[in-house]
């Protein structure tokens, strides 16, 4: 079946504009997660959504980064003023409910942010 | 704050030869554990989870836990030049709002060659 999909697959901006990451999980999926990976570096928590329940927005840098997650389904991720520091690819996964595997995480292709 | 750690490397074995990649983990709160695999420029990609102590075998690949020293690692035997990768080592604590979150080593980086 589909996989994550992500989109745009790459974002130049300039730095101070706002930008919009949109992530499309795996039917049936209910949680869905938001990480980023720097050059050369592990991937970093972001946001993490699971059915209905409040997002841990933990992982989260700065309030100029939210996220949302709209019927359960597609989540976009915004961040606000971009700043170079910004620039990464930025991962979802989405994984089954609870109960059945869920901590098994599977990725989308990711967005390249690269901000000028 | 939990961390992951693994020898960045990078790990370097001949072909048909066996690649051995470690993990440790900070907290012992920790149930399950996975290993991905990610080629250059690519997503990662899941291969390997293990939740109990023990050996697990998928094929070539068999993942080692052992919870009390807090170590997990990723044993490939028969490498190929396509196992070339960066591998992640990446631990779930089973842990109130921090349940399904994934904490991530930086990876090693492995190159078999032919």
């Not at chain 1, 991962?91 to 990725?107: D, K, V, W």
């Not at chain 2, 939990?2 to 690649?19: D, T, W």
């Not at chain 2, 094929?59 to 035997?77: D, M, P, W």
């Not at chain 2, 080592?89 to 349940?99: E, H, M």
Request: hydrophobic share 25%.
């Amino acid at each position: 079946g589909a996989g994550v999909s992500q989109s745009p697959s790459n974002k130049v901006t300039e730095k101070g504009k706002d930008v919009e990451l949109r992530c499309d999980p795996i039917s049936g999926h209910t949680a869905l997660y938001w990480y980023r990976q720097s050059l050369g570096q592990g991937l970093e928590f972001l946001i993490y959504f699971q059915g209905n329940s409040a997002p841990d927005k933990s992982g989260l840098p700065s309030d100029r980064f939210s996220a949302e997650r709209t019927g359960g389904s597609v989540s976009t991720l915004t961040i606000q003023r971009t700043q170079q520091e910004d620039s990464a690819v930025y991962l979802c996964a989405s994984s089954l409910p609870p109960g059945y595997r869920s901590y098994e995480q599977y990725f989308g292709p990711g967005t390249r942010l690269t901000v000028t | 704050q939990k961390e992951v750690e693994q020898n960045s490397g990078p790990l370097s074995v001949p072909e048909g030869a066996i690649a051995s990649l470690n993990c440790t983990y900070s907290d012992r709160g920790s149930q399950s554990f996975f290993w991905y695999r990610q080629y250059s420029g690519k997503s990662p990609e899941l291969i390997m989870f293990i939740y109990s102590n023990g050996d697990k075998e998928d094929g070539r690949f068999t993942a080692q836990l052992n919870k009390a020293s807090q170590y997990v690692s990723l044993l490939i035997r028969d490498s190929q030049p396509s196992d070339s990768a960066t591998y992640l080592c990446a631990v779930n604590s089973d842990r109130g709002s921090t349940l399904g979150r994934l904490y991530f080593g930086r990876g090693t980086q492995l190159t078999v060659w032919p």
